[in-house]
């Protein structure tokens, strides 16, 4: 779609670093709680998981005290100071957390303990492969090796170096950084993923990152600065079969019949009798 043409309801938009944040977590939560992962709430709507062995844990905070929306730790055992961490700012795509969270609940699933360690070793060729064979330009220099797309609108960082573990556990300094989306508030993003952070999950996070299927969006979650950059097409309705339209005038022919035809005592007395009180339920 042209950068001039307006953008109205829900679109389709590619490529996912461009497509801004839903501002729910709902996409990348569903695969941890499906492999058992528990979940507690604070009062003012952060949500806290706990992988069954207590190992690894992760925090949605969208009243955190930063801009920090995601934070994922390793634990070599429960209560051990974190191993690895990863984070996720407001502003990224869910469906590039989602990716991470994908396939560290495909380890739980399985009954792995890749999420703790590292399962192909502590090296930054993987991940780097995954954006290579998607037509990524990969560069590798003395101290940062990186990677960006055709069009320049991401970019992922790999530092060389000793770092100090504690320093990246604090999230003051990291072994890999990814961002996306047009310079500007609420249009770029942030993640990061420390040392010790295995392999296949940042690898994972990378094919998602690269890969061209567009994605849902309102038009009021597209950031502003993106739409020039990105693929976007309208969500067009379906257009009913045949079969549709006869279900559709059977229905029809069916509400039309007189009910006055068949008298009920229940509508007789109903005019005479109060109505019962309505009951809510509070969602979260």
């Not at 100071?81 to 502003?91: E, G, K, Q, S, V």
Request: aromatic share 8%.
């Amino acid at each position: 779609m042209p950068a001039t043409e307006e953008v109205d309801g829900d679109v389709f938009v590619s490529p996912v670093y461009l497509a801004g944040s839903t501002y729910t977590g709902d996409p990348a939560l569903r695969p941890l709680l499906e492999a058992g992962f528990t979940i507690v709430d604070d009062d003012v709507a952060n949500a806290y998981l706990a992988s069954p062995d207590q190992k690894v844990h992760v925090g949605w905070l969208p009243e955190g005290e930063d801009d920090c929306l995601w934070r994922i730790t390793g634990h070599e055992r429960p209560l051990a100071p974190p191993r690895w961490l990863a984070t996720f700012d407001h502003y990224t795509p869910v469906e590039v957390v989602a990716a991470f969270t994908t396939a560290l609940a495909e380890d739980h699933a399985h009954g792995s303990n890749a999420s703790v360690h590292h399962r192909l070793g502590g090296g930054a060729a993987d991940p780097f492969l995954a954006l290579m064979e998607a037509g990524w330009r990969v560069t590798h220099g003395p101290h940062v090796s990186s990677s960006q797309p055709p069009d320049r609108h991401a970019l992922v960082s790999y530092s060389h170096g000793r770092m100090n573990h504690f320093d990246e556990i604090n999230d003051q300094r990291a072994r890999w950084t990814i961002d996306g989306g047009a310079s500007g508030y609420a249009s770029e993003w942030l993640g990061t993923f420390t040392t010790h952070t295995p392999t296949h999950l940042i690898t994972a996070t990378m094919n998602r990152l690269a890969d061209p299927t567009p994605v849902p969006r309102y038009k009021d979650f597209l950031p502003e600065r993106n739409r020039g950059a990105a693929r976007i097409t309208p969500v067009k309705l379906p257009v009913p079969s045949p079969l549709d339209i006869q279900r559709a005038a059977v229905a029809r022919s069916r509400s039309t019949v007189p009910r006055t035809l068949i008298p009920s005592p229940a509508l007789v007395y109903r005019t005479t009798t109060t109505p019962p009180g309505t009951t809510s339920t509070r969602h979260r």
